[in-house]
């Protein structure tokens, strides 16, 4: 059977899931999507191969297509050699600790423990290292590699740019609009998914989930999810994009304390799921905190230090237009006496700045803010969030409703600020100043 190119990836990066497939792969040696490595010991402690060059080694495939290694097998004899059994927790540990110090952004391998038979029929453990081919471009001590057939090779500067072009913010496609590589449609939940579609709709699953931008199909012709349908159609987008939640933290006082005696913190969670949950979630986060005051005039009148609609619509517009592609940054909400934080990762899109934010809408993920302009608001009396029916609308009347309602109930303009190119940070005043106001908390 003659195989093409598309076919051929898709074969080779399957091939390897059985003893036997694997064994016959051991005895081909090694090509673009294969290496063998000998592990040697000083002590407890792996003295070979070197880490950085296994460092690159295991860059070079995440770079390319993704690819398998096998720890325990002569690369030059194919022999299967074995590592002591002892020896796996540390071997396993020699792995991860590569991927996640020594190469940036890091690597999430998938690492398995087999059983293959010596050429005297002995059965000896071996170590399988899986990498996906990666959303991102790694670098690793030695540089940038890919994978050229069976060796590892520096990128030439011009290869370099259109990787970072492919796999970034740049391209034609957005990133959002990206084939999750790791990623299946089984992946996706239903119940997550099925929402956004039309109920007349007589389209297959996968067809109404590519109309959706919620899957696409992959350079090898598989249709996978996208960055968006992670984002929106599974339970934990961590497990594919690790930053893809919001760090929430209320502190105590008006600064961050680095006092060992002194309690600092008042509340923390680390909030995930879908991205309409994660909003739900903080603004509840921001609703349990916020300290609520009285004023008496004819009558009691409570009032909350934020609100609750200019930070739901911060939250939404965080989530909705925050650069995905900047591996390890997350949305941060902090909460101080007097202010609240809400940091975006990601400078302002296009041409826009600061000053223009109230005026004019660009969306740097268009799908994102297409499902989220679907999403239902779910109901919540304690929220009160019954000013709008879905999670975003399409008006860009979000930056003016934020600054507006936050303006009204502080005094305080809140405040856009661009921290170093990285992040977009809005402050948020509390109310309180007022001395009729009474302080306590509900």
């Known amino acids: 059977m003659k195989l093409d190119m598309n076919d051929q990836v898709k074969y080779t990066l399957t091939m390897f899931n059985s003893i036997s497939e694997l064994l016959d792969k051991i005895h ?47 690369d030059k004899t194919r ?29 999430a391998p998938t690492i398995e423990r087999l059983l293959l038979p010596s050429t005297t029929g002995e059965q000896l ?32 500067p011009d290869y370099l740019a259109r990787l970072f072009q492919q796999r ?29 579609a039309t109920q007349r709709t007589l389209d297959s699953n996968e067809d109404t989930l590519i109309k959706l931008g919620m899957a696409r199909q992959d350079e090898d012709g598989v249709i996978r999810p996208t960055v968006s349908g992670i984002l929106m159609g599974t339970e934990d987008p961590r497990r594919w994009l690790p930053n893809a939640f919001i760090q929430a933290v209320a502190y105590r006082g008006v600064e961050i304390r680095t006092d060992n005696n002194f309690n600092y913190q008042l509340d923390a969670d680390d909030l995930s799921g879908p991205l309409d949950t994660q909003v739900i979630a903080a ?53 101080f006496d007097d202010r609240l934080e809400l940091y975006s990762p990601g400078t302002i899109p296009n041409t826009m700045t600061v000053d223009s934010l109230p005026y004019r809408q660009s969306a740097r993920n268009e799908t994102i803010t297409s499902l989220l302009a ?33 303006r009204e109930l502080s005094g305080h303009n809140p405040e856009y600020k661009l921290i ?23």
């Open 420 to 442: 170093d190119d990285a992040d977009l940070l809005l402050t948020i005043y509390a109310a309180g100043s007022d001395k009729k106001i009474k302080k306590g908390r509900k």
């Open 79 to 107: 022999e299967i050699l074995g590592l002591p059994i002892k020896r796996l927790d540390a071997v396993e540990s020699f792995v991860r600790e590569i991927c996640f110090n020594s190469i940036k952004p890091p690597l």
């Open 28 to 74: 081909l040696g090694e090509d673009s999507y294969f290496e063998l490595k000998e592990v040697r010991f000083a002590g407890e402690k792996v003295s070979g191969p070197g880490r950085d060059d296994f460092a690159d080694e295991l860059a070079a495939f995440a770079n390319s297509h993704g690819g398998v290694c096998v720890l325990g097998v002569g």
């Open 283 to 335: 603004c509840t986060f921001v609703r349990k905190n916020m300290r609520i005051g009285a004023r008496k005039t004819q009558g009691r009148m409570d009032i909350p230090q934020y609100d609750m609609i200019a930070v739901f619509e911060a939250l939404v517009n965080a989530a909705a237009h925050r650069d995905y592609s900047i591996y390890g940054s997350k949305i941060r909400l902090r909460m």
């Open 168 to 196: 970034s913010q740049a391209r034609l496609i957005r990133f959002d609009e990206q084939v999750v590589p790791q990623a299946n449609l089984g992946d996706l939940k239903e119940s997550l998914w099925r929402r956004f």
């Open 125 to 156: 453990p071996v170590i399988k290292v899986d990498i996906s081919r990666s959303l991102f471009v790694h670098q690793s001590p030695g540089g940038y590699f890919h994978r050229v057939g069976s060796s590892k090779r520096q990128m030439p």
């Open 374 to 406: 679907r999403c239902p608001v779910p109901a919540r009396d304690n929220l009160s969030l019954s000013h709008r029916t879905y999670m975003m609308d399409k008006r860009g009347e979000g930056v003016p409703i934020i600054l507006q309602r936050s």
